[in-house]
């Protein structure tokens, strides 16, 4: 079965510095991976998803972006986080009838 | 865009007693899919109805579709304490499969015991 690994779980940043958000999928290759970001008590918003190596899709025009470097790595950065950048963060793996794998998420505070 | 949009948005039950949630969506979908997510957690799948589909169960869960109400709804039976979580339904548009599902805001269920 597929397991996404998702950190760190928890990270709080100053305005202004630099992100990087990691996730890594097993058992499985060739994955459609999403990254996703989720608002205190409401719905999932899309930022990105990636069919393949170095193919990015974004869903929304923001201040993040995404990469793809190796077949089960996303990666989600920002050069300079913004206060509005806070929320849940997570990763996810789409598997066809079985739905999405998610990972456990990383709640992000910019201060 | 197309969006499912739960229905009522918190549910507040006594242990044993039944929970219906309500997902409405806009286009012509692939499949609808339901996930639970406990507090501070990643979402878990919890059941995915084609859109030829009109009911499926799993355990405790059952699932109806109706495509010409354009709805869905999430019945779970003699529930449980441990049934505390927010509930998603997810779409897709017909024709573009597993590349972009849209959540709903969510029910976020209350089980007292």
């Known amino acids: 079965s597929q397991t996404i690994h998702q950190w760190p779980a928890t990270l709080v940043q100053p305005v202004g510095s630099p992100l990087s958000l990691e996730c890594t999928v097993e058992g499985t290759s060739n994955p459609n991976l999403y990254w996703y970001r989720q608002a205190a008590g409401r719905g999932l918003q899309l930022l990105f998803y990636s069919v393949g190596i170095g193919q990015i899709s974004s869903e929304v025009p923001q201040n993040l972006s995404a990469s793809r470097p190796q077949d089960r790595q996303f990666i989600l950065s920002s050069k300079k986080l913004l206060l509005s950048d806070s929320g849940f963060y997570l990763c996810?793996?789409?598997?066809?009838?079985?739905?999405?794998?998610f990972g456990s998420g990383t709640r992000l505070t910019v201060v | 865009s197309q969006q499912g949009e739960e229905d009522p948005q918190a549910l507040s039950i006594q242990e044993g007693e039944n929970a219906t949630m309500n997902c409405s969506y806009k286009?012509?979908?692939?499949?609808l899919q339901w996930y639970r997510q406990n507090s501070g957690r990643g979402l878990v799948h919890l059941i995915l109805i084609r859109s030829n589909e009109r009911e499926k169960h799993s355990g405790r869960l059952r699932v109806t579709l109706d495509t010409s109400k354009k709805s869905s709804s999430l019945l779970i039976t003699a529930s449980r304490a441990a049934d505390t979580a927010s509930y998603f339904c997810a779409t897709d548009a017909a024709g573009n499969y597993g590349q972009n599902f849209v959540f709903g805001p969510g029910t976020r269920l209350s089980v007292l015991p």
């Open positions: 286009t012509s979908i692939n499949n």
């Open positions: 996810a793996c789409y598997r066809g009838s079985y739905g999405y794998t």
